[in-house]
């Protein structure tokens, strides 16, 4: 969910941490021990990984308190901010809730041979198949009322043969260990815990993690906190910027990789750096032909449908959607970078109105992802128009808002390259009716915007009465090329659900990797996952707690989220419930 430098830049953050770098020795001495225990993690049955995993959910415990301050203290967010129960929502509420989800589905496996599927199997008249797989409990619902996930299957796939594209690793008899190799991403501290739960319970393989150098003061935390894994040889953890990660990529001992960072990096490892590299990826000649798969960005869009949207619409949406820009300072591949209206909507300017009033009421963060100035500055040099809300000093950058960008420019800066950092632009396609909006912006973000990890739109109730808009709506979603599509609801939620895929739209080759290939998360193990819809109402009765508004309540609830992950208890519930009520 990172990009490590600006586009075109050098491919690996170099940061300096306070961890030394692991020598080639270490390196190799870890990629040895894993190399030896591949085989044991495959032969492991499924009560055994069960009992790991339940190690794994009271261990990560342990480490949670010191977790989320030490995260907060490196981003520079006072126990008092606005954004102090933010650190619970990135990293142990999603990690915690992934391992829980992990240990039913081999519950599952062991039962009946594949996880269950929660909800409802449908097939479009066009033969695709969805499975509705969110909510998965009671509490599901009570905690998330009204929001639903699907999981579109690759087109082939039949309602009748979609169990056995479930769990494939454990429909095989006999296959042999691999090691992979994960590189962890600067900005979301699950990230690098989830890529490798996903990488052992979900592909069988083990792992050694080289974090990245931004937030590499995890590493000693992972490894207490995921001892259960590290103990038996299943697990290591190296350390190190770009010449380690280099070395790692290029051993032999590494079967896999996976990573999380940019288009950049996957290519610098696949074809090579420098003019050398270039041209190997014109020839369509990789340096390197272990399977890589990653997830690597992605310009955000936020379609937002013409309608009769109220004053109290208006002002929750703008909440919305200022909460995707500012969530970890806007240091997210899913925050809002592009929003998409209606030339002609009459609550345009009173919606951008209310952005920039909520934006002025969030303080300025702390810039802490490196290049984040120079990126910023380098979007003002090419919109001087941009209007920047808030403080800047040598710790903080302004919201930064441009509006009114070109939709027929299509080598803008705010289209081509993802900014990756407290900055959005906004743009206006003009058609005759909600319809023809919905097909414009469809085909604009397919084909201007680059990356396809994830699209929002937002449209009124009301619109989707008129049978015309509410197909139309089914056909934009049908359409859109990205990993994961929310409607009414933060499409960057799917990443924190965990049993939603996460990555890319599939299809791109290592020639033009964009958002990248393959995906995490994904706990009922689809092996032919095409992309995740997740459907919430327009208007929450109760504003969610991660809106930027309500960040009192979030550091209240998502400390109690998390207990109630460790135990799932119907005690726990009236407690959660009146913790998410108070303002």
């Not at 909006?437 to 989707?464: C, K, M, Q, Y």
């Amino acid at each position: 969910m990172t990009i490590d430098t600006l586009r075109g830049a050098p491919q690996f953050p170099t940061t300096a941490g306070s961890l030394a770098p692991s020598s080639q020795e270490a390196m190799d001495e870890a990629v040895a021990v894993l190399q030896a225990h591949k085989d044991a993690w495959v032969e492991l049955t499924i009560r055994e990984r069960v009992a790991i995993l339940d190690r794994l959910i009271q261990d990560f415990l342990t480490v949670v308190p010191r977790w989320v301050a030490v995260c907060r203290w490196a981003k520079g967010v006072a126990e008092d901010s606005i954004a102090a129960g933010e650190e619970w929502t990135l990293g142990p509420w999603p990690v915690l809730k992934n391992l829980r989800q992990l240990r039913q589905s081999l519950i599952d496996i062991e039962v009946s041979g594949h996880p269950r599927i929660p909800g409802p199997i449908t097939t479009r008249a066009d033969g695709q198949v969805i499975a509705q797989v969110f909510p998965q409990t009671i509490y599901d619902r009570i905690f998330f009322t009204g929001i639903t996930a699907e999981i579109w299957m690759e087109p082939g796939v039949t309602a009748e043969e979609l169990p056995q594209t479930q769990a494939i690793v454990y429909q095989k008899q006999g296959h042999k260990g691999k090691v992979a190799l994960v590189l962890g991403a600067g900005n979301v501290s699950s990230i690098g815990p989830m890529d490798i739960l996903y990488k052992l319970f979900v592909e069988d393989q083990v792992v050694i993690l080289k974090s990245n150098p931004v937030n590499a003061y995890l590493d000693p935390l992972i490894e207490e906190g995921f001892r259960a894994l590290v103990k038996p040889g299943f697990l290591c953890v190296a350390h190190g910027g770009a010449t380690e990660g280099a070395y790692l990529c290029n051993h032999q001992g590494i079967d896999e990789i996976h990573i999380t960072g940019s288009d950049k990096t996957f290519d610098a490892i696949v074809f090579g750096t420098g003019s050398e590299g270039t041209t190997r990826k014109a020839a369509h000649q990789p340096l390197l032909t272990k399977r890589v798969t990653g997830e690597l960005g992605n310009v955000s869009p936020v379609i937002i449908v013409p309608g009769p949207w109220s004053d109290s619409d208006l002002s929750y949406q703008a909440e919305h959607i200022a909460s995707m820009l500012t969530n970890n300072a806007g240091f997210n591949c899913n925050a809002t970078r592009v929003i998409i209206d209606h030339a002609g909507w009459q609550g345009r300017e009173q919606f951008l109105r209310q952005v920039r009033e909520v934006l002025a009421k969030v303080p300025a963060r702390n810039a802490y992802y490196p290049g984040a100035k120079e990126r910023q500055r380098s979007f003002v040099a090419a919109h001087p128009e941009a209007e920047q809300i808030g403080p800047a000093n040598d710790q903080q950058l302004p919201w930064t808002l441009i509006t009114g960008v070109d939709a027929e420019k299509e080598d803008d800066i705010c289209f081509t390259t993802e900014a990756f950092c407290s900055l959005f632009a906004e743009t206006t396609l003009a058609t005759t009716d909600a319809v023809e909006f919905l097909d414009r912006a469809v085909a604009f973000v397919n084909e201007r915007l680059w990356g396809t990890l994830n699209a929002t739109i937002l449209i009124h109730p009301a619109s989707l009465k008129d049978p015309a808009v509410s197909a139309a709506l089914e056909c934009a979603v049908a359409n859109l090329r990205y990993g994961t599509i929310g409607i009414n609801y933060w499409a960057g939620a799917g990443f924190a659900l965990a049993v939603t895929t996460w990555g890319a739209f599939p299809g791109h080759s290592i020639n033009n990797i964009q958002s990248g290939t393959g995906v995490v998360h994904n706990t009922l193990m689809f092996a032919r996952p095409q992309k995740s819809v997740i459907r919430g109402p327009f208007h929450s009765a109760l504003t969610p707690p991660w809106f930027v508004t309500r960040g009192e309540t979030a550091a209240k609830l998502f400390p109690k989220l998390v207990d109630f992950e460790v135990s799932p208890s119907p005690q726990k519930v009236p407690g959660l419930l009146w913790t998410g009520l108070v303002r």
